[in-house]
C-alpha cells in the first residue's frame, strides 16, 4: 500500500530544510562539512515517550522530533563510498534538528527518522 499521499497531503504536511554534507575536510580549527541545502516536504511533530523509549537514554537530552516524508533522511555513514558524510541536519521552526534515526519504509512511500535539536546551532 502506498502512504506516500499521506506525507504529502497539504493538510497535515509542510515545508522544511534539509541540509546534507558532501563530505569535508581538515582545517584550521578541525573538521568542516560541505553541505547542500535541499527542500523537503512532510509531516513533523515532537516525539512522544512512547517513541522515546526507543533511543538510549542518555542520548535523550533534548526536543526531539519525528518526521514523515517521501525522501529520505541519513544519519552518520560509515561505509566507504559515505567517508566523511555526517548526519543530515533538519531546519523546522528557526530549529536545527540532526537526524539520529531512519528507517526505509519507501516500499510504502515514505520514510520515518527522528531528530534531536541541536543546542547553541
Known amino acids: 500500500m502506498d502512504l506516500s499521499f499521506v506525507v504529502t497531503d497539504p493538510d497535515l ?11 569535508g575536510f581538515y582545517g584550521a580549527g578541525g573538521w568542516s562539512d560541505n553541505y547542500v541545502t ?9 516525539e512522544s515517550p512512547r517513541v522515546d523509549d526507543d533511543q538510549p537514554s542518555a542520548t535523550r537530552t ?5 518526521i514523515n516524508c517521501e525522501l529520505p533522511l541519513y544519519v552518520t555513514r560509515l561505509s566507504s563510498q559515505d567517508e566523511g558524510s555526517t548526519s543530515d541536519l533538519v531546519v523546522w521552526h528557526g530549529g536545527n534538528y540532526r537526524v539520529t534515526a531512519t528507517h526505509d519504509y519507501s516500499p510504502r512511500g515514505y520514510w ?3 531528530a534531536e535539536r541541536m543546542l547553541g546551532a
Not at 504536511?13 to 563530505?23: D, I
Not at 533534548?62 to 519525528?66: A, D, F, K, R
Open 13 to 23: 504536511a509542510e515545508a522544511f530544510t534539509v541540509q546534507r554534507s558532501q563530505g
Open 38 to 46: 535541499l527542500n523537503y516536504f512532510g509531516i513533523i511533530s515532537i
Open 62 to 66: 533534548h526536543e526531539t522530533i519525528v
Open 112 to 114: 520515518w527518522a527522528t
